[in-house]
């Protein structure tokens, strides 16, 4: 069973900066689509960065720009260096990992690292 484990949330002021990672195990030899999603209290979970099996990177429109999403190496799965942070960026961030062909395909989520956003 793969293990996706988040870290790097905190609590910043508006205009601050954070760096998310995402570490995972048991992974295996399968090509994964990887992605940042968020939620708040009472909002559905939300995309906020992907990055497909090929390294192509997308974004939701809210990042205009302020976050980037990367792979550094087999240990640290995801990153997510967030700039210019909003108080609107405020949530519960989570990695998740979708497994892909010629695999069984699968989806995996971490538990979330906290991201809090004060004006």
């Known amino acids: 069973q793969v293990e996706l484990v988040e870290s790097g949330g905190g609590s910043v002021q508006a205009g601050g900066s954070l760096k998310l990672s995402c570490g995972a195990s048991?992974?295996?030899?399968?090509?994964?689509?990887l992605n940042w999603y968020r939620q708040v209290p009472g909002r559905e979970r939300e995309f906020v960065a992907g990055?497909?099996?090929?390294?192509?990177?997308t974004y939701a429109a809210f990042v205009k720009g302020r976050f980037t999403i990367s792979q550094p190496n087999a240990k640290k799965l995801l990153e997510l260096q967030m700039n210019n942070l909003e108080p609107t960026d405020t949530g519960m961030y989570f990695c998740?990992?979708?497994?892909?062909?010629?695999?069984?395909?699968?989806?995996?989520w971490g538990r979330g690292t906290q991201v809090s956003v004060s004006s």
């Open positions: 990055i497909d099996q090929d390294g192509n990177p």
């Open positions: 998740n990992a979708l497994k892909k062909s010629p695999c069984t395909s699968a989806l995996y």
């Open positions: 048991r992974l295996g030899g399968c090509p994964y689509d």
